[in-house]
């Protein structure tokens, strides 16, 4: 069996009661793309930190080559680079910033090396190399910084959102690069909102919210974190709200929890004399009407539900932006997933 060029078990990071970082097995292979796409806030960046060695875990471990990984490793370390979403540039040359991975290592490079990478990322170093870093535009900085991570040749790649705030040119450029990398088996890892893209590029995508690495985008995902506070149930505090759960599974506290969107319905009134636990005030935020059903998104200041009803529901509701409203779901509708 194959040992994956980096891998993380067990990782925990803990910045507040409200967000934690929980991603219990994760690994990516040489000559694979792996995408993370998930919302602001939903840990992309973090876990990405953490698998670069920049940031450390609270728990877990890395592995590179199956060797457990740490910032202070610097042979394992040199094996790493990483892209930041802001391009961090010395306010010197092109060609300064470019030698400077190499003159902290206390090594050369030659110019025919610092012109092919220059080239390989249309840039032409006749011209770009005496240029000051602040003289250049928003892509010809990400490209510049890209040269820079990539020049002294690192197996595995990170790049944090690689086509953030460039012009449509760079996006192509750094895509063709991506794949160019990928065919010298380079492990390369990505993190991006935009998912149409990162489709396009990754072979395999994980969703991130709220701290969990998923497979596949669960709507309405409330993560981990749910405590039993009864016989045969759990809760969990959410903002203002708190959300009680059935404990069916083994080692149910060990779970992230979601709620289908057809699970939940809607209410003008507060029911009276109901078996679901979750009666929860809300306020629409926004109709979606598609063409079998309607997708209706609420909130509860910052706690947010997505329902599915049917078109006949929402005219006999008449419900509108800004309405005040009841979701209603049962415990058992909030489901596991690991």
């Not at 003159?103 to 110019?111: A, G, L, N, Q, V």
């Not at 080239?119 to 602040?134: A, G, V």
């Not at 419900?319 to 779901?329: E, L, M, N, P, T």
Request: hydrophobic content about 40%; overall charge positive; charged content about 30%.
């Amino acid at each position: 069996m194959t040992t994956a060029a980096i891998s993380a078990k067990n990782i925990v990071k803990k910045f507040n009661k409200d967000f934690v970082l929980n991603i219990s097995d994760f690994s990516s292979d040489y000559g694979n793309i792996t995408g993370f796409y998930g919302p602001n806030g939903s840990g992309k960046t973090t876990f990405m930190k953490i698998l670069g060695l920049i940031l450390p875990s609270d728990e877990g471990s890395v592995f590179v080559e199956g060797v457990a990984a740490s910032g202070e490793n610097l042979e394992i370390r040199r094996k790493l680079t990483f892209l930041f979403q802001e391009p961090k540039l010395l306010r010197r040359s092109v060609r300064e910033n470019l030698i400077y991975p190499f003159k902290i290592r206390k090594k050369r490079i030659s110019t025919d090396k610092l012109n092919d990478i220059m080239k390989n990322l249309s840039l032409d170093p006749d011209i770009f190399l005496k240029k000051k870093s602040y003289e250049l535009s928003g892509g010809e900085k990400k490209r510049v910084s890209l040269a820079q991570k990539l020049i002294y040749d690192p197996s595995i790649i990170l790049l944090d959102e690689p086509t953030a705030n460039v012009d449509t040119k760079s996006v192509d450029i750094i895509t063709k690069l991506i794949f160019e990398l990928q065919k010298k088996n380079k492990c390369i890892l990505i993190s991006s909102h935009d998912y149409e893209w990162l489709a396009e590029v990754a072979d395999k995508i994980y969703y991130l919210e709220k701290g969990a690495l998923l497979k596949e985008k669960f709507e309405n995902n409330l993560g981990m974190g749910f405590t039993h506070f009864s016989e045969g149930l759990l809760s969990k505090k959410i903002g203002n709200v708190n959300i009680v759960a059935a404990s069916s599974p083994e080692n149910a506290e060990e779970c992230g929890y979601f709620i289908n969107p057809n699970d939940i319905l809607i209410s003008l009134g507060k029911p009276e004399n109901l078996s679901a636990q979750n009666i929860i005030e809300m306020k629409v935020k926004h109709i979606d009407v598609q063409d079998k059903r309607v997708k209706v998104e609420l909130e509860n200041d910052d706690f947010t539900l997505t329902s599915y009803i049917s078109k006949k529901a929402l005219a006999d509701l008449d419900i509108y932006r800004g309405k005040d409203v009841y979701a209603i779901f049962k415990a058992s509708s909030v489901k596991c997933y690991k």
